[in-house]
């Protein structure tokens, strides 16, 4: 089993592709040296640059071009470098590519991936720090990833690439450095598999990406408090494990949902919907939300850090749901 | 390459020796003249109500769409507009399918889930019409990127109107066309309007798309897109020279739209002489004085528009009896595996 850093485990998941399917090829800006996080290092070198070709600053040209090389055969990956410059090329993602099958009815096949550095924690300010996964749930039409280990980095980016409609790749650029195990030899991981990174009956907690781990490290806290906690690692916002949601809260009666964006209409709200729609009889308190806060990511560390889940703040929030409920008072204790 | 000028048009009087067999001349004059009646046959029924949503008729640019498709091989793609159902026929989509989408009928081309403005026949070659204006030009380039990866020699045509000029997507789209050498030809159908306002009242230059080819190094060149011969000339070489490796082109074709914006805009702020003026210039009537001087009696070029307006209407008929699509389809087709599903 080899030991690969996030970074690492993207141009793993790239080279493991585009060796098995030559129909697989990337595009975006400053590919070919391998980026801005380096995360498609190498790939020049071994696959040429005929499939690993640099783009203008152009994410309308990238993103479309994907496209249509995607409806004339190929399987491209294309490079947003930031997923806050997702703004930019949005048309094309949630009016051309979210609808084109659909509105052909059926005509168009649209393979292609999306990919690029999300999310905030390492000071690099509100225009390169969103967590934007949540600006695509609500578009029919997009399967959303977000991987928080370097083996599922491997494991869900080679199926976006082998899947057949179009998927975002949200990747947490605080993770890249991270390293841990992966397995060897070719590694796929199914969309829509949620993964149960810790078990207990008290409470669930769920996260996504960065907040996975967030919630790993609550999870670990709360044990010292003598709470077990199920900690649910979505892996994938559509297809939704939303089973494997309502299983876990149905055994532990607590739910803890713990996003990276800022709450109002995150998919927290959409996970607590769910919940209590389908498993309100077996909640024995409150859902709790902790989510980022509702103003634009400053950079100043204590300002970022002030506005942002963080393991305490989840450790409060699921503190707070053990204990005697407060006659008029339902408010989520983590939702900032 | 440098920013050339190069403006062609043809002399109704005089054919060419490329397109001077009549047996050409009167395929793309039936085409133009059955397009003219599709699209005015839609007009009538969207007035009566029986199509659903806006529709944008391409009448008056129908050279285009033919002269265009005419230089196409059945492996090459085209994408277009919104104002696409010319396209699409252009390419050999099924007129009853096209007019099945229109009306909301069983059997819609895209089977009732893209309308007017997204017909698509993708078995034609025919990528789509995209209603977002600009929006499909980065998609052409990626069309034109796949034949290059795949090692054919297949060539993207991308008709757009002049309004697309002023957006972003189409100076990305181009840029990366001329940076990368694609195999496409851009298309702009200057019908002299963006909408409703004149497209001279919102560029600086005199030509929406010429003007601005020297800026990715193409050239500038601008044919009369009413003349379907020069079209066909003009956008034959171009798909030449794509095929062969020279890259893209950007031609600006002369035309007019001889009705409103949709067919809810009886385009009344067009200038009546204007209106009457272009209306001596009906890409029809030239391609009909094309044939009349090559020797086609006038009453056999006379009834290709009986035959053709019976066609039509026999169409309509049958389309209008069809029936509605099952509303449990419109769960369909969203996935790859059919579904619409988002969770388990």
């Known amino acids: 089993m080899a030991q690969l850093t996030y970074r690492q485990a993207v141009a793993a998941a790239l080279a493991q592709e585009m060796e098995r399917d030559p ?43 994907a496209m249509g090389a995607a409806m004339a055969g190929l399987r491209p990956v294309a490079e947003i470098m930031f997923s806050d410059f997702y703004a930019t090329c949005w048309d094309q993602v ?203 990511l400053p950079v100043a560390a204590p300002l970022e850090a002030e506005v942002s889940v963080s393991p305490e703040r989840v450790v409060a929030a699921a503190l707070g749901l053990l204990r005697p409920a407060t006659a008029g008072s339902i408010s989520a204790p983590g939702l900032i | 390459m440098g920013a050339e000028e190069c403006t062609v048009t043809t002399d109704a009087s005089t054919s060419r020796p490329a397109d001077s067999g009549t047996g050409t001349a009167l395929r793309l004059y039936e085409r133009m003249v059955f397009i003219r009646h599709f699209l005015t046959k839609v007009d009538v029924l969207y007035r009566q109500g029986r199509v659903r949503g806006p529709a944008h008729l391409g009448i008056g640019q129908e050279a285009i769409a033919v002269g265009g498709a005419s230089v196409l091989g059945e492996h090459d793609q085209s994408i277009g507009t919104y104002r696409g159902h010319a396209h699409a026929l252009a390419r050999g989509a099924s007129a009853e399918a096209v007019l099945r989408e229109l009306t909301g009928r069983d059997g819609g081309i895209c089977a009732g ?87 001279a009242e919102v560029i600086p230059v005199a030509r929406p798309a010429a003007d601005r080819a020297a800026g990715y190094g193409l050239d500038a060149v601008v044919v009369d897109g009413n003349d379907v011969l020069a079209v066909r000339e003009v956008l034959g070489e171009a798909v030449a020279r794509a095929r062969d490796g020279g890259g893209p082109a950007l031609i600006e074709a002369s035309t007019y739209r001889m009705c409103g914006h949709s067919c809810a805009d009886p385009g009344a702020y067009r200038p009546a002489e204007e209106v009457a003026d272009w209306a001596t210039r009906d890409p029809l009537l030239r391609q009909a004085g094309v044939l009349a001087a090559s020797g086609v009696a006038e009453a056999d070029i006379a009834g290709v528009s009986a035959r053709v307006a019976a066609e039509v209407d026999e169409l309509a008929a049958r389309v209008l009896a069809a029936p509605a699509p099952n509303p449990a389809t419109a769960w369909t087709d969203m996935w790859s595996d059919g579904t619409s599903t988002w969770r388990n």
């Not at chain 2, 025919?126 to 020699?153: E, F, M, T």
């Open chain 1, 23 to 65: 129909r697989v090829v990337l595009l975006g800006e400053d590919i070919s040296s391998g980026g801005v996080f380096k995360t498609t290092l190498g790939l020049r070198e071994r696959f040429g640059e005929r499939r690993v070709r640099d783009t203008p600053i152009s994410e309308q040209a990238i993103v479309g071009a």
């Open chain 1, 94 to 296: 949630v009016n051309e590519i979210a609808k084109a099958r659909y509105m052909t009815g059926g005509q168009l096949s649209l393979p292609l991936v999306i990919r690029g550095a999300n999310g905030g924690g390492l000071g690099f300010g509100s225009q390169h720090s969103q967590a934007a996964e949540n600006w695509a749930m609500c578009v029919p039409g997009l399967k959303i990833v977000a991987p928080a280990h370097p083996a599922d980095m491997l494991g869900l980016l080679a199926a976006a690439i082998r899947d057949d409609d179009p998927v975002l790749v949200f990747e947490h650029k605080a993770l890249y450095g991270g390293k841990a195990d992966c397995p060897d030899g070719e590694h796929v991981v199914p969309l829509g598999q949620a993964a149960l990174r810790r078990t207990g009956n008290d409470m669930t907690l769920v996260g996504l990406g960065l907040t996975a781990g967030t919630c790993e490290r609550a999870a670990d806290t709360l044990a010292g408090h003598g709470v077990a906690a199920d900690v649910l690692d979505l892996r994938t916002l559509v297809p939704l494990d939303a089973a494997a949601v309502l299983a876990s809260v149905r055994r532990t009666g607590r739910i803890v949902i713990v996003e990276e964006n800022p709450g109002q209409l995150g998919w927290g709200a959409s996970i607590a919907a769910l919940v209590a729609e389908e498993a309100f009889h077996h909640l024995v308190s409150p859902v709790a939300r902790v989510s980022g806060g509702n103003v634009p």
């Open chain 2, 113 to 199: 889930k893209g309308g007017s403005m997204h017909i698509t026949s993708a078995e034609h070659g025919y990528y789509g019409s995209y209603a977002i204006v600009g929006a499909h030009l980065p998609i052409a380039c990626g069309l034109a990127w796949a034949n290059v990866l795949h090692g054919n020699d297949r060539v993207t045509m991308c008709f757009f109107g002049d309004g697309a000029v002023n957006i972003g997507a189409f100076h990305e789209a181009v840029n990366l066309a001329a940076v990368w050498q694609l195999p496409v030809v851009f298309v702009c159908e200057n019908n002299q309007y963006m909408e409703y306002t004149p497209i």
